[in-house]
């Protein structure tokens, strides 16, 4: 008695983490705003891009804050990322002199 409920234990168990693994392929297979976003013909925005474009820098880097999970990784929030901080390097050589 004991044994086969040991045994229908164990191959519940199994089930259900048979279950949780298809979840995530699924979850790994579905097109992500980030994948649909590199599909579209739009060019990735460079650093100098950004630091010539105040306002479209504060609007991306806003974006990517918001939604780090599916933007975080994308080409124009590493470039806004490095385009900030190259400014704020800047801004901080300029107030030593």
């Given at each position: 008695?004991?044994?086969?409920?040991?045994?229908?234990?164990?191959?519940?168990?199994?089930?259900?983490?048979?279950?949780?693994?298809?979840?995530?392929?699924?979850?790994?297979?579905?097109?992500?705003?980030?994948?649909?976003?590199?599909?579209?013909?739009?060019?990735?925005?460079?650093?100098?891009?950004?630091?010539?474009?105040?306002?479209?820098?504060?609007?991306?880097?806003?974006?990517?804050r918001?939604?780090?999970?599916?933007?975080?990784?994308?080409?124009d929030?590493?470039?806004?990322?490095?385009?900030?901080?190259?400014?704020?390097?800047?801004?901080?050589?300029?107030?030593?002199?």
């Amino acid at each position: 008695m004991i044994r086969s409920t040991l045994l229908l234990l164990a191959i519940l168990i199994g089930a259900g983490l048979a279950g949780c693994r298809e979840g995530n392929k699924r979850a790994e297979e579905a097109p992500s705003p980030a994948t649909s976003r590199e599909q579209s013909p739009q060019p990735e925005k460079t650093v100098s891009w950004f630091i010539e474009r105040p306002s479209e820098l504060q609007a991306t880097l806003k974006a990517c804050r918001d939604n780090p999970g599916a933007l975080g990784k994308t080409p124009d929030c590493v470039n806004s990322s490095a385009a900030r901080d190259k400014i704020i390097v800047q801004e901080m050589k300029d107030a030593l002199k």
